[in-house]
């Protein structure tokens, strides 16, 4: 008797023990009745290619891909998305059938989807997006936001020389400020977005002045620990439509779910309540 496989995904990365997809794919297998499984793997810069080429073996699907990894599996992979490349970064990887490892990046599509849940009155071309912070989240947003249609991009990032070279990337769609002049950007955004680490539980304070803020304006925070930041929370009191991270990290998990395990999983409020337990 033959026993069907039972696809294996997961997610790589150092340390790992901090990430909350292994909750959110093992909610959607049971909810769905998939047999599969998805697990976290701490796997070190130095055995990440030898791991990656070992999984396929093992009977993974594929894999997500996370800090400090998002870059250097695009040298590994055989095939990479126009996406991953523009972005410079993969956090998804699928194993196909026929050897090949598939690089793509569901970052940028996550953002757009939050987005659009939890603030689906904003329009891409009704005006500027202020973002701040210059590493691969930005890349990520950046990307999506061009692609929407946003007019113009405001961007400003503690190190200048970082957001400039975003804007040699991405185009004269970019408008570079210097960091102490960030709050600034907030007099003319339609849409407000943090892409830095500041205001994370462990992590500085977001220290940028925030009186800018207009009323009606959609502002947004990748980070979700807290889930309502010092930002969103100012943002809120103004008057701003406040969208949380945590949607981006539920929303850019669905197309790789969808492709391990053939399946298009909802993001939905008992999705929400797993990746938080």
């Known amino acids: 008797m033959n026993l069907p496989d039972i696809p294996l995904a997961g997610v790589i990365g150092s340390p790992i023990a901090q990430s909350k997809s292994p909750q959110i794919h093992r909610h959607w297998l049971k909810t769905y009745g998939i047999a599969g499984h998805y697990v976290p793997m701490n796997v070190h810069a130095d055995d990440l290619e030898n791991v990656i080429r070992t999984l396929p073996k093992m009977g993974f699907v594929g894999v997500n891909v996370t800090l400090p990894h998002k870059e ?18 993969s956090n998804t990887l699928i194993f196909r059938k026929d050897g090949k490892i598939h690089a ?30 210059a590493g691969g989240a930005a890349r ?3 990307a999506s936001l061009l692609d929407a249609g946003v007019p113009e991009i405001l961007l400003s990032n503690r190190t200048r020389v970082r957001a400039e070279r ?16 960030a709050g600034n950007m907030l007099d ?6 943090n892409t830095t680490s ?9 220290r940028v002045p925030l009186d800018g803020l207009r009323a009606h304006s959609v502002v947004t925070d990748l980070v979700y620990s807290p889930l309502k930041t010092k930002l969103l ?24 779910f969808e492709r391990w395990f053939g399946k298009r999983p909802e993001v939905d409020r008992a999705t929400r309540a797993a990746a938080l337990r």
């Open 72 to 89: 250097k599996v695009l040298q590994i992979a055989d095939l990479v998305t126009d996406r991953a490349t523009l972005i410079g970064a």
């Open 140 to 142: 990520a947003v950046i």
């Open 166 to 181: 975003l804007k040699d990337d991405f185009g004269s769609r970019l408008r570079i400020f210097d960091w102490v002049q």
């Open 104 to 133: 793509d990046n569901t970052d940028g599509y996550g953002f757009i989807e939050n987005l659009k849940s939890g603030a689906p009155e904003w329009i891409p071309k009704s005006g500027p997006a202020a973002v701040l912070g």
């Open 233 to 256: 929370e100012t943002a809120e009191d103004v008057g701003c439509v406040t969208v949380d991270g945590l949607g981006m990290l539920l929303h850019q998990a669905v197309p790789a």
């Open 198 to 206: 500041l205001g994370m539980i462990g992590k500085g304070e977001m």
């Open 188 to 193: 003319h955004a339609a849409l407000v977005v």
